[in-house]
T-cell receptor, first 117, second 110 residues
């Protein structure tokens, strides 16, 4: 079974530039998550999708961050314009929709390490 | 609101020694509890989870954790660590959504 795929793995941009990250979840997983992991901290949930609908985006800085999952499969996360404090690893995860047990078990991708200079 | 605290940011231990990584949580409702491991330059991998039932939970790679409701703790243990256990370990709590602790870096000395 293929895991969660993310690209690119690394990205370096200057502040005020824009950047986009891509995520392909595990086949059949209805729920998709984007996390921000700043160095030395645990992952922080940015947005959660169920199929192509947003379940929770309460911690997404909506003035500069946006995310979409148009067909309920792949997802993109965009930052425009980037700030220095956006430097972090951006993790994508997915889980099954079904029982409470399966929906809480998340499978993570390798992440995209973003450096804003 | 829910929160999770990992009391130790770093834990150094010798190879084949036992280890305990501490995790405390707070929540006004029942929660699910998890431990994830993150190897260098990789995503997180689920070690074990407590959803209900037995308070002693066994996971992969010889790890286990015990849910203690009265002390609101979910400490992770392994009786004998290996060099390959070097990683960062995250405790997480989930009620309406999952919240991760700040992580504990486990370093193994030969």
């Amino acid at each position: 079974e293929a895991g969660v795929a993310q690209s690119p793995r690394y990205k370096i941009i200057e502040k005020r530039q824009s950047v986009a990250f891509w995520c392909n979840p595990i086949s059949g997983h209805a729920t998709l998550y984007w996390y921000q992991q700043i160095l030395g901290q645990g992952p922080k949930l940015l947005i959660q999708f169920q199929n192509n609908g947003v379940v929770d985006d309460s911690q997404l800085p909506k003035d500069r961050f946006s995310a979409e999952r148009l067909k309920g499969v792949d997802s993109t996360l965009k930052i425009q314009p980037a700030k220095l404090e956006d430097s972090a690893v951006y993790l994508c995860a997915s889980s099954l929709l079904g029982t409470a047990e399966s929906s809480y078990e998340q499978y993570f991708g390798p992440g995209t390490r973003l450096t804003v200079t | 609101a829910q929160s999770v605290t990992q009391l130790d940011s770093q834990v150094p231990v010798f190879e084949e020694a036992p280890v305990e990584l501490r995790c405390n949580y707070s929540s006004s409702v029942s929660v699910y509890l998890f431990w994830y491991v993150q190897y260098p330059n990789q995503g997180l991998q689920l070690l074990l989870k407590y959803l209900s039932g037995s308070t002693l939970v066994k996971g992969i790679n010889g790890f286990e954790a015990e849910f203690n409701k009265s002390q609101t703790s979910f400490h992770l243990r392994k009786p004998s660590v290996h060099i390959s256990d070097t990683a960062e370990y995250f405790c997480a709590v989930s009620a309406s959504k999952i919240i991760f602790g700040s992580g504990t870096r486990l370093s193994i000395r030969p």
